[in-house]
């Protein structure tokens, strides 16, 4: 089995994950930060690794920048871009989570509006 390309975070994605995710977890479960890193992360980067030049283009006519969009295990999906660096590394350099558990809609603990 190939090894695949060296994959390494850059900040914008640090910062990505900052303002989508707390530090904690949620009241009622919803991941943290930490939990992302741990459980998430891992797969994205063995995705990238593996798969780059398989991903679709972001941009047309870029080759150098690949985006995946993958089911989460504690989150429902993730899109991942990843730039590939002149040294032939993947970076990751923007990430965004699908956060709809914040919809106060789904919130049990949401103050009902009943006429």
């Known amino acids: 089995m190939s090894v695949g390309r060296s994959v390494r975070t850059a900040d914008s994605f640090f910062q990505d994950l900052e303002y989508q995710l707390c530090e904690e977890r949620g009241r009622n479960g919803e991941p943290s930060r930490s939990d992302f890193m741990a459980i ?4 994205i980067e063995r995705a990238f690794a593996t798969l780059f030049d398989s991903l679709p283009e ?28 002149p040294d ?19 919130d049990p603990d949401a103050d009902d509006e009943e006429s």
């Open 40 to 43: 998430e992360l891992p797969r």
């Open 88 to 106: 032939g590394a993947v970076e990751l350099v923007e990430v965004n989570i699908d956060t709809s558990w914040l919809d106060p809609a789904e």
């Open 58 to 85: 972001l941009f047309k006519g870029r080759s150098d920048y690949r985006q995946s969009i993958i089911p989460g295990v504690i989150v429902r999906a993730i899109a991942v871009t990843g730039q590939l660096a």
